[in-house]
């Protein structure tokens, strides 16, 4: 029997022909990424109890971007702590204030296919959009392996989920998202590897297929792969990557995942999901009635370019309804300097939008602009769990950017289809 993609990449870094689920293998780690939260401020200490420093500065990522900017004397210690560490251990790779790690990681041209990567942070797995094996772990575990290099794994089985045909207008990976959640649960994945795969999955751009992969996490899997292809490695080149393998990582033909779920894109409708869990999903005709306070576009999940820019197909010569705020926090440095050339941004600001630091924000509960009480709120982030946003009264209905436009502009839930009439989305 063949192997799937997870196992193949798993194979290469614990340096075995093959590996099957379930077998304990130790992987050695072709690169770590931390961010300022879990990073240094948690991982240092355990370091200096060990006596040793960074295995290979050359393979660490350090982004700073939840104590971003800082706004009191506990954020700016954390960035001081996290500055002295990337001097004392030589890190090169370091994106200061630069936008969301997830974003930042891949659009710097730190992801390859067949990589075998480690995060520190439960959103890693958007690294399995490139063909990388990505997951994310806590600071003891990320403390080993900066130690070491290595850590241990259990060879997970894999879920394959298939989806046919192809997004209808104002519909998004998002969507395909909150629909699995509701679907196979918050533990569909039960910590597996999930692959995606199908015409729909080929025929989205890099970043909507990195919104499947982060939210891989919202259904308790480890990762969320998807097999390169022509539109992986043309992302790679714009990233400065030089991968003449980037098509052949791939699982065979022969390998039998766990589970096979398929699905088809032409009849999903935009999805809604409904305080305090992306699991309470449904057709957005279910939430049409239930008037918002703020619409917010942010975080890795639903601000990367692609996401500003069906935000803007919708608002583009509209006005945010009166009494609704539009918040804008665009997921990194760099998409916001293009959705500025583009006219992306203007579309968003003329509309009435107010533009946040490109940083997790709101979406982690981080900052000075949160959720306050009793606040009704659409998001286009991954998760709305009660208290996460800002006050345990807010109510966060988590949906597409589409749908978040939509509604920003209606002042209450709404289908963003019949604003795209025309368009070629």
């Known amino acids: 029997m063949g192997m799937t993609l997870a196992e193949k990449i798993i194979a290469k870094a614990a340096g075995r022909p093959t590996v099957a689920p379930g077998e304990i ?15 240094p401020r ?25 104590y971003v900017p800082a706004v009191d004397d506990e954020s700016r210690r954390i960035q001081e702590v996290t500055r002295a560490f990337v001097a004392a251990e030589r890190i090169a790779n370091f994106y200061d204030a630069q936008g969301i790690c997830h974003v930042v990681l891949p659009e710097r041209g730190h992801l390859r296919p067949g990589m075998f990567v480690v995060g520190g942070d439960s ?29 241990w794994l259990k060879v997970p089985e894999t879920i394959r989920i298939e989806w046919s045909g192809r997004l209808g207008r104002g519909v998004s990976a998002k969507d395909m998202m909150l629909f699995l959640c509701a679907r196979l649960g918050m533990d569909g994945g039960r910590y597996q590897a999930v692959e995606y795969a ?25 990762t969320g792969l998807i097999e390169a292809d022509a539109t992986t490695a043309g992302f790679l080149r714009a990233a400065g990557v030089a991968s003449s393998d980037a098509t052949q990582w791939r699982g065979d033909d022969d390998a039998r995942p766990a589970e096979h779920h398929a699905f088809d894109a032409s009849a999903l409708a935009p999805q809604v999901a409904a305080p305090h869990s992306p699991a309470n999903a449904a057709a957005i005709d279910e939430h049409a009635a239930v008037k918002i306070d703020v619409a917010y576009i942010g975080a890795c999940t639903g601000a990367k370019l692609e996401d500003l820019r069906m935000a803007a197909v919708v608002l583009r010569g509209r006005k945010v309804a009166p009494g609704v705020e539009l918040l ?3 997921a990194s440095l760099r998409d916001q300097q293009r959705a500025r050339a583009d006219g992306t941004l203007a579309a968003l600001i003329e509309a009435g939008a107010s533009l946040l630091p490109n940083a997790c924000g709101i979406c982690a509960g981080y900052g000075d602009t949160r959720f306050g009480e009793n606040v009704v709120a ?9 208290g996460r946003m800002g006050a345990p009264s807010s109510q966060v209905y988590l949906a597409s950017p589409y749908t978040t436009a939509a509604s920003a ?5 709404a ?10 989305t």
Not at 378 to 386: D, H, L, M, V
Not at 409 to 413: F, H, L, N
Not at 415 to 424: H, I, K, S
């Open 409 to 413: 502009i209606e002042g209450r839930i």
């Open 123 to 151: 959103h890693s797995p958007t690294g399995g959009a490139f063909g990388a094996y990505m997951f994310g772990v806590g600071a003891t575990e990320m403390a080993g392996v900066l130690a070491t290099g290595e850590i």
């Open 42 to 66: 948690r991982v240092k200490p355990i370091l200096d109890r060990l006596g040793v420093g960074v295995w290979d500065p050359a393979k660490v990522v350090l982004i700073t971007d939840h």
């Open 415 to 424: 289908d963003p289809r019949p604003y795209l009439e025309g368009e070629g």
């Open 328 to 330: 804008v926090a665009p």
């Open 25 to 39: 293998v130790t992987c050695a780690v072709d690169l770590a990424m931390i961010h300022d939260s879990g990073g």
């Open 378 to 386: 659409i998001s286009s982030t991954a998760r709305n769990f009660k």
């Open 198 to 222: 199908g015409e729909a999955v080929r025929a989205l751009p890099m970043q909507e297929r990195m919104t499947l992969s982060n939210m891989a996490a919202e259904l308790g899997a480890q």
